[in-house]
């Protein structure tokens, strides 16, 4: 486990972003303090995920669900792409908000129930994320550069179509890498729908 800060200094979204990347981690999650224009106006807790139906959505839902039967009320999981932090990350990530900062009720459970709330989210985590995550993963190649600018063009080119996508530093290139797969056969799925798409596809460990 790494954190991206342990004392009271500001990193900037797009630092957060790099520190991660940099770091190779399989998961980011970052807990915020959400706001209200009024106070006691909102309450409740929400995860933010860059987009539907990805790796990063089911482990926000966990997370969610866990702080929900803790005793937030229950705001959702939200795609929010426009958020640094969730789409220059290259694992899935997930930003939770852990109840309003302005809202009475959930600053109170947030100052007198914080390790029991704490527990709550690390249930969500070890529930979403499976006990041999350090196995195998697969993705598919589908661009090799040189230029660290290209491998952006093509991954947020890919991004728009919806597909989950890192860019990998493998000296002296830059490789695009879309999908996490957890088996062989979900790779050579999702091969084949890259290759009805128009790329050139390679399936490499992810």
Do not use: C, W
């Amino acid at each position: 486990m790494l954190y991206t800060r342990t004392t009271d200094r500001y990193d900037s979204p797009f630092e957060k972003a790099q520190i991660a990347n940099r770091s190779g981690a399989d998961y980011f999650i970052s807990f915020h303090r959400n706001s209200g224009t009024n106070p006691n106006t909102y309450n409740g807790t929400q995860a933010l995920v860059y987009a539907a139906d990805t790796e990063a959505e089911r482990i926000g839902e966990m997370i969610n669900q866990e702080l929900v039967d803790f005793g937030f009320q229950d705001l959702g999981v939200v795609e929010r792409p426009g958020l640094v932090v969730l789409r220059r990350t290259q694992m899935p990530a997930v930003l939770m908000e852990l109840g309003f900062i302005n809202n009475d009720m959930d600053n109170q459970m947030f100052d007198q129930r914080f390790d029991e709330m704490v527990d709550a989210i690390v249930t969500g985590v070890e529930q979403a994320i499976p006990l041999d995550s350090s196995a195998d993963r697969y993705g598919v190649q589908v661009g090799l550069f040189r230029h660290e600018s290209n491998a952006e063009y093509l991954k947020e080119q890919l991004e728009s179509q919806g597909y989950f996508v890192t860019v990998r530093r493998d000296e002296p290139y830059y490789a695009v890498v879309v999908g996490r797969e957890n088996t062989l056969e979900d790779a050579k799925a999702l091969q084949d729908q890259l290759r009805q798409d128009g790329y050139d596809t390679l399936v490499v460990r992810a």
